[in-house]
């Protein structure tokens, strides 16, 4: 099965702007989790905190490998 050149070109493209519109979630998730372990005075349960952004960073990593393994597994444009 040879794939077309402009089909693999849009999986790229496609995977490139899915890559760089998420970037700033995971990047966001990852500044909770400093901040949480940086300020631990600041909350009642810093642990709680902590975990919402590994959980947002966590899950937009999730959802970005799913969306990367629909557009590789797409046969037409």
């Known amino acids: 099965m040879t ?3 402009s089909i693999i070109c849009a999986r790229f493209i496609c995977t490139v ?8 979630e995971v990047a966001r998730g990852l ?3 400093k901040y949480a372990l940086n ?3 600041a909350f009642l ?7 919402m ?3 947002q960073s966590f899950m937009t990593i ?10 590789l597994q797409s046969n037409t444009t």
Do not use: P, W
């Not at 702007?17 to 700033?24: A, G, P, R, T, V």
């Not at 349960?45 to 975990?51: D, S, V």
């Open 3 to 5: 794939e077309s050149v």
């Open 45 to 51: 349960g810093y642990k709680q905190a902590f975990l």
């Open 31 to 33: 500044d909770l989790m």
């Open 17 to 24: 702007i899915l890559h760089l519109s998420q970037q700033d």
């Open 53 to 55: 952004g590994f959980l």
């Open 62 to 71: 999730g959802v970005e490998t799913v969306n990367v393994l629909v557009i």
């Open 39 to 41: 300020h631990r005075h």
